[in-house]
């Protein structure tokens, strides 16, 4: 079936997606509700975390690979985020959790909004896709993050402080996006790359002066049991070398190729004018050299394409394809050869060139570009 071919069958049945996605989804979380695993993430990464802060306790469990496996839902966020969220732990946690998930909703409204959707048909897509699913089914920070890329995106060219706040707070938020600040080099916003880094390091000085810096020093040691403990779960590309029989620490060196070259590649658009393919490599970089890669994190590069195919087209089909693997953690051998494939191939529909692109590629260019 030809590209244009696929959009039209994806545009036929875009109802009957919207329809049966809503009730499914519904259904779903009503299920989830019921048998106690509404929010479950959310449980324990912030509302016991944010309950301990209010205690004058430490968030932080052991950095003990065993614990924190056994436990599923550590806290594991830096502390600016932990301190930042911890005002939700006064409310009861199904409550906690249900308000973060309208605002997960509203922030991911947003999102689509600020990089150019208007076909309602990708609203319906990218709401009812599964990586936001399982976002709002545990209780993640996945939308939170979209909107932040978004925003980096239309203030890309602002002056002022507002873009490196901003990525500089998304970096804090989940550090596996720290590709943002090279996009920023890359595209010649250098002081706000350097200003990202800035108040990244502000953010971090503030969150541990209230935890407490024991617990800094700690951190580092929490990060390597984290990566021990879930590493070889979910589709990260260490999972993937762990699966085919690699030692840890040779596996390790799988996603940290893939970050450098995604780097590279970000680079490479970006002195080409191709600032928003520069974006979606960057973000790319972060979740596939993040060594501990949850499906629904593919929320963020879904976002991101949006940006660049803000109405329905057979660019969106992988995203579609995202709910033949429902499995968060892959327990599956077939699961997760099926997801780390699907979410593969979303990366690369992402980055490949649009026709405009590929036409102008083809001409030699004899004007030199200008400096940002």
């Not at 402080?161 to 938020?173: D, E, F, N, S």
């Amino acid at each position: 079936m030809t590209a244009t071919g696929l959009s039209r069958v994806l545009i036929r049945l875009a109802p009957l997606y919207a329809v049966v996605g809503a009730l499914f989804i519904g259904i779903s979380l009503v299920t989830t509700a019921r048998v106690g695993l509404f929010g479950y993430d959310f449980h324990g990464t912030i509302w016991e975390a944010g309950k301990a802060i209010l205690h004058g306790r430490s968030p932080y469990p052991p950095a003990n690979a065993a614990a924190l496996l056994d436990k599923g839902n550590p806290a594991v966020y830096p502390a600016p985020a932990l301190v930042a969220t911890a005002p939700l732990a006064l409310l009861p946690a199904t409550a906690s959790a249900a308000v973060w998930d309208v605002l997960s909703l509203v922030a991911l409204l947003a999102a689509l909004r600020l990089v150019g959707v208007r076909d309602w048909r990708v609203f319906a897509i990218v709401l009812l896709s599964c990586p936001f699913f399982l976002s709002v089914k545990l209780a993640q920070t996945d939308a939170f993050l979209a909107l932040g890329c978004a925003l980096a995106w239309r203030w890309r060219r602002s002056p002022g402080l507002r873009l490196p706040i901003c990525v500089g707070t998304v970096v804090v938020l989940k550090l596996l996006l720290w590709p943002l600040v090279v996009w920023l080099a890359a595209i010649g916003r250098r002081r706000a790359a350097l200003g990202a880094v800035g108040v990244a390091a502000a953010e971090l000085l503030i969150g541990w002066s209230v935890l407490g810096f024991s617990s800094l020093r700690s951190y580092p040691h929490l990060m390597a049991a984290e990566t021990e403990a879930f590493g070889d779960k979910g589709y990260s590309l260490l999972a993937l070398g762990t699966r085919l029989g690699a030692g840890f620490s040779s596996a390790r060196l799988l996603p940290i190729i893939a970050a450098v070259a995604l780097c590279v590649y970000c680079v490479w658009s970006a002195r080409r004018g191709r600032e928003l393919d520069a974006l979606i490599a960057a973000v790319a970089a972060g979740l596939l050299g993040s060594p501990v890669l949850w499906l629904q994190y593919a929320l963020i590069l879904l976002v991101v394409l949006a940006a660049k195919h803000p109405k329905l087209s057979w660019a969106w089909a992988p995203a579609l394809l995202l709910w033949i693997v429902p499995d968060p953690r892959a327990t599956s051998s077939r699961t997760f050869v099926v997801g780390l494939g699907i979410l593969l191939l979303l990366v690369a529909i992402a980055l490949w060139p649009e026709r405009r692109q590929r036409a102008e590629a083809a001409v030699p260019s004899t004007v030199e570009p200008v400096a940002a």
